[in-house]
Nanobody, 121 residues
C-alpha cells in the first residue's frame, strides 16, 4: 500500500524559508520520480517540482525556479523540499507524490495529508 507522509507545514514571514520532507513507503522509491505539488485555496492542485529517480534531474515551474530545491534520499525513502524566499503566492497545502517519469504522467492515486504553508507578516 502506497503511503506518502509529509512532515508538518509552517508559518513564515515573506522572504522566509522552510525545509520539509516526505516519507514514502509501499513502493520501491528509486523506481519512480518524486514530485511536490501544491494547492492554494480555490485553485487546482499544481505540480511545482520534480526529481528523477537517481536525483540527477530536477524540474521546476518558472515561478519557483531559483527559490525551491527538491532532493531525495533513496536509502531513506525520503524526498525533501527546501523553500526559500517565500512569497504570499506560495501559500498552499503542499503534497508529495511519485510518478513513472519526472513530468507528464499521472502520479499515484494515493495522496498524503499534505502540509500547510502559510506566508504572513
Amino acid at each position: 500500500q502506497v503511503q506518502l507522509v509529509e512532515s508538518g507545514g509552517g508559518v513564515v514571514q515573506p522572504g522566509g524559508s522552510l525545509k520539509r520532507s516526505c516519507q514514502a513507503s509501499g513502493f520501491t522509491l528509486d523506481d519512480y520520480a518524486m514530485r511536490w505539488y501544491r494547492q492554494a485555496p480555490q485553485k487546482v492542485r499544481e505540480l511545482v517540482a520534480a526529481i528523477g529517480r537517481t536525483g540527477g534531474t530536477t524540474k521546476y515551474i518558472d515561478s519557483v525556479k531559483g527559490r525551491f530545491t527538491i532532493s531525495r534520499d533513496n536509502d531513506k525513502n525520503t524526498a525533501t523540499r527546501q523553500l526559500n524566499s517565500l512569497q504570499s503566492e506560495d501559500a498552499a497545502v503542499y503534497y508529495c507524490n511519485a510518478g513513472p517519469t519526472i513530468w507528464g504522467t499521472a502520479p499515484f492515486d494515493s495522496w498524503g495529508q499534505g502540509a500547510q504553508v502559510t506566508v504572513s507578516s
